[in-house]
């Protein structure tokens, strides 16, 4: 692999700038194996997992990657603010234990104090020798300054409102987010872009605009790994770039309308979404939901994807993806550069 060097890969010590990020019900210990075996960083999304099932992951990520005890596992968890709001008050608190299972970065979102939490592993790590890398999602300049200046984080996700699953629901389009949170942090730390991109020649598109690296959560949704069934990845894999929407009504029937205000999540818009649409109360949709549920059925699963799941249309071994994404960035990288005469 040739590498594309960024602010990033020498922080994350990577050879691309690739991520796959930190999704629940989706992230798999093969999954984050694969892509960070494969040169670029896998994030693992931590959900409600419980600290014995956390630690049960990155177990399992040391042991196939074959890191002795002690060593950094080249890995991040990905924690969602108000479910750790629940978890850290409670007899199993989840962040100390992983962070003494030193992965290499920690990632947050969607809460609406993510400032303590990230001053939690700050403390934590100021007992040892080893640093996380804190990363914190924002769907605004705004965001990304109070991230930067107020709680010292490592690196900036800005997430454009194509991302599929949760942000920000008034967050503007990636490539308009961008400019203005680039030009807000001019000397802050490393921003990585988020939200709608499936193909190398976005990633390289986002490093032209200036960022040192891309998330990619759809995409790998496309994957063996991943944890979704066989029957979701068929969606998947007939969605158009039509196929989402972003609301709280994929929330209100998989009863996980927890999200801060100004947040919701897209997702493949099927009869959840018509159902709503159509104004029907929500105990009716739970109910059809339910109903439709128990009987296996497809047409009424809550399936969290971005607007790029219509831009894939196999599923395909994890390494093989970041192989693909790498390989099409560079070409597009010289393609670009070709221009110049």
Known sequence: MQPITTSLTKLLNIKTPILAAPMAFASTAELTVAVSGSGAFGFFGAGFDTSAQLKETIQTVRT?????????????????????EMTESSDDPRLATILDELPVAIWFAFGVDLGKYVAQVRAHDAKRDHKTVVFVIVNSATDAVRAANEWGVDVIVAQGNEAGGHGGSISPPLFDLLPDVLAALPNGPPVVAAGG????????SLLALGVSGVVL????????ECRYTDQIKSVLVDADLRATQRSLCFDEVNRTNYWPPLHDGRAIANQIWDDFTSGLSLEERLKKHDESNAKGEKDRLVIWAGVGAGLTKTISPAADVVKELHEGTLKAIKATSALLG
């Open 64 to 84: 196939k990657l074959n890191l002795p005890k002690g060593v950094p596992v080249p890995m991040g968890f990905g924690f969602i603010g108000w479910i750790l």
């Open 197 to 204: 991109v499936a193909t190398g020649a976005q990633v390289a």
């Open 217 to 224: 959560g759809t995409r790998f949704l496309f994957t063996n």
